[in-house]
């Protein structure tokens, strides 16, 4: 099965082409340009590189979440627009899952982490693979008093590790590795690897982002309501 795989979760904006044995395409950016701008000509650049069309393929794979609000919205509606015109199933990502296997094998639990800001991360912790913990928005010590028993050996990978490396390494000391710089993001060939291992195909419909907590917009609004009422 071949596969157009689209991921805007995060810092770097990605796409890939890829079936279970071979990745044809694979493009990463993290520049000034908004995914916006940068996710098509991506899009269509690796559909140039792997020599097909949108027509041929058999799905498009899109990292859903958790992540950036706006983020993760320009990659799930540029999935639904893409699937809806070529008439194509969709597949979803998890975000933290895609992460951890962008990590490579480690002896040990891996802790994919987002920074979900205000000190807050998102965060799970899997083991060769297998999940540990469900994906949760928490604050970073309560995150690491909750994987803590589960292993002596932590990876952390993603964009929350530049942020809270020091308070990291100051909680769990030895116990905690960081990803090389070079594998501190999520691949698009590895979340591609999920969806042609998971195979979970739905509608272009029911495609819909993961959101662990309301955006901003939906905080700010009801608290506007809430002082129009006082």
Not at 160 to 183: C, N, S, Y
Not at 188 to 216: C, W
């Amino acid at each position: 099965m071949k596969i157009l795989v689209i991921d805007t979760s995060g810092p770097v904006c990605g796409a890939a082409v890829m079936d279970e044995e071979k990745v044809y395409s694979e493009f990463t950016a993290q520049n000034r340009n908004t995914h916006s701008a940068s996710l098509m000509p991506m899009v269509e650049a690796a559909l140039h590189a792997a020599g097909t069309e949108l027509k041929e393929l058999d799905a498009i794979a899109a990292v859903t979440g958790p992540g950036s609000f706006t983020g993760v919205r320009i990659g799930v509606a540029t999935a639904k627009g893409l699937a809806h015109g070529a008439g194509l199933p969709c597949i979803p990502v998890d975000a933290l899952e895609a992460l951890s296997a962008s990590a490579g094998r480690f002896e040990g639990i891996v802790c994919p982490i987002q920074d979900a800001r205000a000190g807050q991360v998102y965060g799970a912790a899997f083991r060769n693979g297998e999940r540990l913990t469900g994906d949760a928005p928490m604050k970073l010590e309560d995150f690491l008093e909750t994987v803590r028993p589960l292993g002596d050996r932590f990876l952390f990978i993603g964009d929350g590790v530049p942020v809270h490396r020091e308070r990291i390494a100051e909680m769990l000391g030895k116990q905690a590795v960081f990803a090389e710089t070079h594998m501190g993001f999520l691949r698009p060939s590895a979340a591609g690897m999920i969806a042609l291992k998971k195979g979970s195909r739905t509608d272009y419909l029911n495609l819909q982002a993961t959101y662990l907590r309301p955006p901003n917009a939906q905080k700010n609004k009801k608290l506007l309501e809430a002082m129009a009422r006082e």
